[in-house]
């Protein structure tokens, strides 16, 4: 007769040991808890040091690696209060094209141009979408899909902003280390700001409004306002990243509206587990990289994308990072039953 | 000029609301926002254009196994992904979402992007009414979609299937104590749906090429028209139809045809901020449903 | 607590479609009154906590809270003014843990300037509200994932959400639907303790052996119309209740 065998997971001893603080006792479990986050991040600030050794060409994926993270931090935080976009490149666009155009019809600065075109962008998209948070269920999905491809359209026809042709020659940022450490930082701020606030009261209240938005409303607290609140900090993160990558690539066009900025981000965050920001980053860091290497394929990648998000959704909703975490936490044995 | 803005505009209206028909449609039944719906219209435009060139089916033939394929995609669709995630709004919608960018891209990669493709119209020929020159096909428009709004009539108000479409629509818990089918009735009105996507594709096609971004502009058009409209409400739908239909036709003749999407913007953010429920929408925004 | 209504209700009328939910009900709470809420299914009695707390539009009447007429107003404007209400189906915030659900409501500006603006560790006190509506303190259950609780857990959960507002009238939808026998026998002094140190409490039950124990008034709803309002003894021996009940229903 075949033996039948179950999985089981057992947390690791030195992880049930670290988990009350006061247990640390030795430096092999300070490294445990503290390489998960250590590691990446230190990686991450020599990577622009290594030029020599990647390449060019790689040191320039990282800045849009660190973009399409922003973006996708930005729908998880979204996420986060049950607000489901289909349209971060609302957000990117916003803030390109405010950077473009405050940076060629005044000659500002990038020093000024970015923060002004991140707030402004942020408030312009949070803006528009103030009515659509009074309403429940996927009506976000719908029309935050729909603007940012009308948005396109309206500076093509109405030929403002640049019209079709968009506004080329705005002014460089200083050098390539200060765009990889720009993009960087931003990253990690929102990375791990954007951790920090989830799981304050403030953010508590964010889920609860994901979860149940009645009880959350007859805890008298004004769910509206707290959704206004999420898009806009949202918003910043988006609209920042469509702000730097003005400068970077000293053009904005109507491409800042396309539906790439929506579907990869949307794709990282699903592909490294929404809920919990590090799977975004996670995410962006496979797939930007992966396209890159694809490059060759065309099109063909958005098909990619999107087999992977149906994948994901269906079969893997709790994403990699979850995964991740599990196995470094966590060992797993077969054990024989009945 | 004004005769032919008003004949033309009927027109439009009707490709509108041919067009939004099957992405409401499935929307108000089961809750599902179908964002393949666009790529399921191109779909179906290839598909016939397929069995025309390639297999030389009669196009009587043609249409009505793109039809049945098409719909059968839906429900294929609902019973393999959506049912695995349903409920959960999130999947719902990434999930349509991918399958329809991905089935576009697929055609873009594919190389369905020339201008070889296009569908054959029904009758040739064209009458003059009331002074405006207008193609058979067109007025075909109007016809089918005006036939289409009294099936839908009386599909769900005297037929089981389409009584079964309502109980769910209105309360799902309900319907299904009454020994409905939840599962089966949101595939089949996801096949529906998808269904109507193909026949509005077969009948609007023939007036311009088969393109890729036609997918995205359709599925654009539903929810601009779902918006403004309120997105499960057929009158809704029609009574939106005809605002942008006309408005479309209007800044065709007067400004130029580009402005469209400004007009699509302007109806938008100004629904959303007097009614965001839509026109006709009954989009609940707090009640307890118990 | 002292004399006068907290709550007059005037001939509030509320429409869905075709069919009266509620037809011109008044009736008025006295403070530190505890009323009880009955009728048979679909007798409009979720509708009219609906309307109390401004999950529902009243299409006329009026609603007067401490003098105020609350009637229309947005849920979490109610709420502010210390009303209370409990959902029939306790739907809790499933992906945190039972005491990080109270923390939503004890963020809420009311409890903040009730607290004096102090913040103080909200933590602390969402643990010793739950030990209020019964969680064994010492134990895990506090701590685990609301999704994880059973479900008389749950709608203690969803008594304590609402306590946690330092509410002066309190709404119970059916606190006791689903709830074993002695989760009910434990939840009843409860109720009884918060109603003695004179909280008002409105409570739509349908187990009427522990409301009628506990009620110092109780109103009766039928198709939206009430029938009767008056003591426990009254509506026990009265007609209208037999009929209204026995009728066509048998629960109870």
């Known amino acids: ?338 | ?290 | 607590m002292e004399d006068g209504s907290i709550l007059e209700v005037e001939n509030v009328t509320k429409w869905f479609g075709g069919v009266a939910a509620i037809i011109t009900v008044s009736f008025s709470l006295q403070r530190g009154e505890l009323l009880g809420v009955i009728g048979p299914n679909g007798s409009g009695k979720t509708t009219l906590v609906n309307l109390l707390t401004g999950f529902v539009k009243p299409d006329s009447g009026k609603v007067i809270y401490q003098g105020k007429d609350i009637a229309g107003q947005q849920p979490y404007k109610v709420a502010a003014l210390g009303i209370a209400r409990t959902f029939q189906m306790a739907k809790p915030f499933y992906q945190l843990s039972a005491f990080k659900n109270l923390i939503i409501p004890l963020y809420s500006p009311r409890v903040k300037k009730l607290r004096g603006g102090k913040y103080g560790n909200r933590d602390d006190v969402a643990i010793d509200l739950l030990e209020d509506v019964g969680f064994e303190r010492d134990s895990f259950v506090p701590y685990k994932v609301a999704s994880s609780l059973p479900h008389g857990y749950l709608k203690r959960l969803e008594l304590a959400r609402c306590l946690a507002l330092r509410p002066d009238l309190l709404i119970l939808d059916e606190l006791f639907s689903g709830m074993s026998m002695s989760e009910v026998a434990g939840t009843l002094p409860i109720i009884e303790k918060l109603n003695t140190e004179g909280l008002s409490i409105i409570m739509v039950e349908h187990r009427l052996k522990e409301l009628f124990r506990i009620a110092h008034r109780v109103m009766v709803l039928n198709f939206g119309a009430k029938v009767v309002d008056g003591s426990p003894r009254q509506v026990m021996d009265s007609d209208a209740v037999k009929a209204a009940y026995l009728g066509d229903e048998d629960e109870g």
């Not at chain 1, 995964?323 to 470094?328: I, L």
Request: charged share 10%; glycine share 10%; net charge positive.
């Open chain 1, 1 to 338: 007769m075949a033996m039948r065998y179950r999985k089981e997971r057992l947390d690791r001893g030195i992880k049930v040991r670290c988990d009350d603080v006061f247990a640390l006792s030795s430096y092999r479990e300070v490294l445990y808890l503290a390489m998960p986050k250590v590691l990446p991040v230190a990686i991450l600030l020599i990577f622009p040091l290594l030029k020599g050794v990647v390449g060019l060409y790689y040191e320039k994926a990282l800045v849009i690696t660190c973009a399409i993270s922003l973006l996708a931090l930005s729908w998880d935080l979204m996420a986060s209060v049950g607000l489901i976009s289909l349209g971060q490149a609302l957000f990117f666009g916003a803030g390109a094209y405010l950077t473009g155009y405050l940076n060629y019809a005044f000659k500002l600065s990038p020093i000024l141009t970015i923060p002004l075109g991140t707030i402004g962008g942020a408030l312009f998209s949070t803006f528009l979408l103030l009515p659509v948070l009074r309403l429940r269920g996927v009506y976000f999905a719908i029309v935050t899909l729909t603007l940012p491809l009308l948005l396109g359209r309206f500076i093509d026809t109405t030929k403002i902003l640049g019209g079709g042709e968009g506004i080329s020659g705005l002014s460089p940022l200083p050098n390539l280390w200060f765009e990889l450490y720009v993009a960087i930082f931003a990253m990690l701020v929102c990375l791990f700001g954007f951790r920090r606030l989830i799981n304050q009261d403030y953010g508590l209240v964010l889920q609860g409004i994901r979860d149940n938005d009645r009880a959350v409303m007859s805890g008298a607290i004004n769910i509206y306002r707290f959704k206004v609140e999420a898009v806009f900090i949202a918003g910043l993160a988006g609209s920042f990243a469509g702000a730097f990558m003005t400068h970077y690539y000293q053009f904005v066009g109507i491409p800042a509206f396309a539906m790439d900025y929506s579907i990869v981000p949307l794709t990282a965050a699903v592909l490294g587990g929404p809920g919990t920001f590090a799977g975004s980053v996670i995410g962006a860091f496979i797939l930007v990289p992966l396209s890159e290497a694809l490059r060759g394929f065309g099109t063909l990648r958005v098909v990619f994308y999107s087999a992977i998000l149906i994948i994901c959704v269906v079969g893997l909703p709790e994403g990699i990072f979850h995964y991740m975490r599990r196995k470094y936490h966590q060992f797993e044995r077969r054990r024989e039953i009945g």
């Open chain 2, 1 to 290: 000029m004004i005769r032919s803005v008003i004949v033309y505009g009927l027109v439009s209206s009707a490709v509108l609301a041919l067009t939004a028909m099957g992405f409401s449609l499935t929307f108000g039944i089961s809750g599902v926002a179908n964002f393949a719906y666009g790529a399921f219209y191109i779909l179906s435009g290839f598909l016939v254009w397929a069995l025309l060139n390639y297999l030389k089916f009669p196009f009587v033939l043609a249409i009505v196994v793109t039809i049945g394929v098409v719909g059968g995609l839906g429900f294929v669709t609902y019973w393999s992904i959506l049912l695995r995630v349903r409920g959960v709004v999130l999947s719902e919608v990434i999930a349509t979402f991918a399958l329809g960018v991905g089935i576009l891209e697929l055609f873009r990669w594919l190389g369905f992007v020339t201008y070889e493709f296009t569908l054959p119209s029904f009758i040739k020929g064209m009458v003059v009414i009331a002074g405006v020159p207008v193609d058979y096909q067109r007025l075909f428009i109007i016809g089918i979609a005006l036939a289409l709004v009294i099936f839908l009539y009386f599909f769900t108000h005297y037929t089981r299937i389409g009584l079964a479409f309502r109980g769910i629509a209105q309360n799902e818990r309900t319907a299904i104590s009454l020994g409905i089918k939840s599962d089966l009735t949101g595939a089949l009105s996801l096949a529906l749906g998808s269904a109507m996507a193909s026949v509005a594709a077969i009948v609007i096609l023939p007036l311009g090429i088969i393109s890729i971004n036609t997918g995205y502009e359709v599925l654009l058009i539903a929810v601009a028209v779902g918006i403004v409209g309120g997105l499960e409400s057929v009158p809704g739908i029609l009574v939106a139809s005809l605002i942008l239909g006309y408005a479309q036709v209007i800044t065709g003749t007067y400004l130029k045809p580009e402005w469209m999407a400004v007009v699509y913007l302007a109806a938008i953010v100004l629904v959303l901020s007097i009614k965001p429920s839509g026109l006709f929408g009954k989009f609940k925004e707090l009640e307890e449903r118990v």
